[in-house]
T-cell receptor, first 113, second 113 residues
Framework: LAKTTQPISMDSYEGQEVNITCSHN???????ITWYQQFPSQGPRFIIQ???TKVTNEVASLFIPADRKSSTLSLPRVSLSDTAVYYC??????????????FGQGTELSVKP | ETGVTQSPTHLIKTRGQQVTLRCSSQ?????VSWYQQALGQGPQFIFQ???????GRGNFPPRFSGLQFPNYSSELNVNALELDDSALYLC????????????FGSGTRLTVV
């Protein structure tokens, strides 16, 4: 599975848009890009997944350039409750990868008032 | 309400002891995975069970073992506990054909002293 690189930490203020970029230079053709959010002492929670171009849901947007070597998670108008660790994962759809999700260290997002 | 319940939430054990952690998945989720998350790190894949058989394993020694039951519950057993086994243990489940978004429980915080 492709290795990912993302910033260790980011700071933001309430109401701002936050963009977290993930680098995955060795992404394979059948790999998808998935982002999870994790609050302290809780399990990760699925946010969004995409293969190419742009995906948007009620929580976030995911931008993937044509070469797919990076991706950007965009959180619009963050609030204090968005303070969490965000993980970028790259791999095949879960029913094709034997269950193995490879998490990096993630990006610790701190939203301030 | 995540649909995946883990018990106990916290546990303290002595080095050398054995521990059993439990997970109850959502109905229909016949795939369950277990992860270990050390403080400040991303979750690490331990193993996965599908239809009550192990079908994937990470880089963990044999003293980490598991069981999956027909009622969508599962167990993680760790023998001969070591201090480094102190971590948050997460259970994640998925249903047949699910493309993305494992459902994680809130975890069991194990402390080995």
């Amino acid at each position: 599975l492709a290795k990912t690189t993302q910033p260790i930490s980011m700071d933001s203020y309430e109401g701002q848009e936050v963009n977290i970029t993930c680098s995955h230079n060795n992404i394979a053709t059948n790999d998808y890009i998935t982002w999870y959010q994790q609050f302290p002492s809780q399990g990760p929670r699925f946010i969004i997944q995409g293969y190419k171009t742009k995906v948007t849901n009620e929580v976030a947007s995911l931008f993937i350039p044509a070469d797919r070597k990076s991706s950007t998670l965009s959180l619009p108008r963050v609030s204090l409750s968005d303070t969490a660790v965000y993980y970028c994962l790259v791999g095949a759809l879960i029913y094709n990868q034997g269950g193995k999700l490879i998490f990096g260290q993630g990006t610790e997002l701190s939203v301030k008032p | 309400e995540t649909g995946v319940t883990q018990s106990p939430t916290h546990l303290i054990k002595t080095r050398g002891q054995q521990v059993t952690l439990r997970c109850s998945s959502q109905s229909g989720h016949n795939t369950v995975s277990w992860y270990q998350q050390a403080l400040g790190q991303g979750p690490q894949f331990i193993f996965q069970y599908y239809r009550e058989e192990e079908n994937g394993r990470g880089n963990f020694p044999p003293r980490f073992s598991g069981l999956q039951f027909p009622n969508y519950s599962s167990e993680l057993n760790v023998n001969a506990l070591e201090l480094d086994d102190s971590a948050l243990y997460l259970c994640a489940s998925s249903r047949p054909g699910q493309e993305y978004g494992y459902t994680f429980g809130s975890g069991t915080r194990l402390t080995v002293v």
